[in-house]
């Protein structure tokens, strides 16, 4: 998905002429975490990156400083630089911030006029069904994919910046603990399940009550995605 993965292959580099190099390092990097590539907790060796990337060590910084910044690398004095491991509170957080998000994106989405609005359900019920697809073909990462676009779809149809920008960053960090929350079809099922009602919630759409339902489930939708993740729900 574009939005949250933007890679760029490694042979790449020697080609490209311009000024951005320090943004296509923290892409190519950005990816490269994202996908699992590099794990939580392993090194990020400067000298490695501007051997292997073939760029100088100033946009390697740059980069660094950006993941740095977005929480989801640090630097440790005197040992160099690491892929986040978040802690179990920090995991906790970024949940209860993001069902907060989700929260808000349901309750605009579904205020929307009804032709945008079913639009969406369209769009989600794609999802939904190719979640369907992922889970009988035994694919957790295609699973994954498209529960990444269900949620998003929601965040991009409220059309707030501000919002989409703290979004792709707290999933951005969540997605150091990728997969666990759905790592078994049981819970894929039962997530999906859930998508299924959020999107009814929302094609019924028509009074201010039926807005805050739809809120209402994916909050708990997310508030479920840690228990999980937690191991305190089966």
């Known amino acids: 998905m574009d ?23 923290r892409d190519q990097l950005l990816g490269q975490i994202l996908s699992g590539a590099v794990a939580p907790g392993q090194a990020l060796r400067e000298s490695e990156l501007v051997e292997r990337l073939k760029v100088s060590r100033v946009p390697v910084r740059e980069a660094l400083r950006e993941l740095e910044s977005s929480g989801l690398v640090v630097s440790r004095k005197h040992s160099g630089v ?36 079913q639009a969406l359900v369209r769009e989600l ?42 979004y792709r960053e707290v999933i951005q960090k969540l997605h150091l603990a990728r997969l666990k929350n759905l790592s078994t079809d049981s819970h894929r099922q039962q997530s999906n399940a859930e998508h299924k009602q959020i999107v009814k919630a929302l094609r019924d759409s ?24 937690s191991g305190l729900a089966e």
């Not at 892929?83 to 579904?110: C, I």
Request: hydrophobic share 35%; with cysteine.
């Open 82 to 117: 690491y892929v986040r491991q978040l802690s179990d509170d920090e995991v906790r957080d970024l949940y209860q911030f993001r069902a907060l998000l989700d929260s808000h994106a349901g309750r605009v989405a579904s205020r929307l006029p009804a032709e945008r609005r």
């Open 125 to 166: 019920e794609g999802c939904t069904e190719a979640m369907d697809g992922a889970i009988h073909a035994s694919n957790p990462q295609a699973y994954y994919r498209e529960n990444l676009r269900f949620h998003w779809l929601f965040i991009d149809y409220a059309g707030n910046k501000e919002i989409a920008k703290s």
């Open 3 to 25: 939005w949250l993965f933007n890679p760029v292959a490694d042979g790449e580099f020697e080609e490209i002429k311009n000024t951005s190099l320090g943004k296509l390092v």
């Open 206 to 229: 028509t009074t201010m009550a039926h807005s805050d339902y739809c809120a209402e489930l994916l909050d708990h939708h997310v508030t479920h995605a840690h228990e999980r993740l």
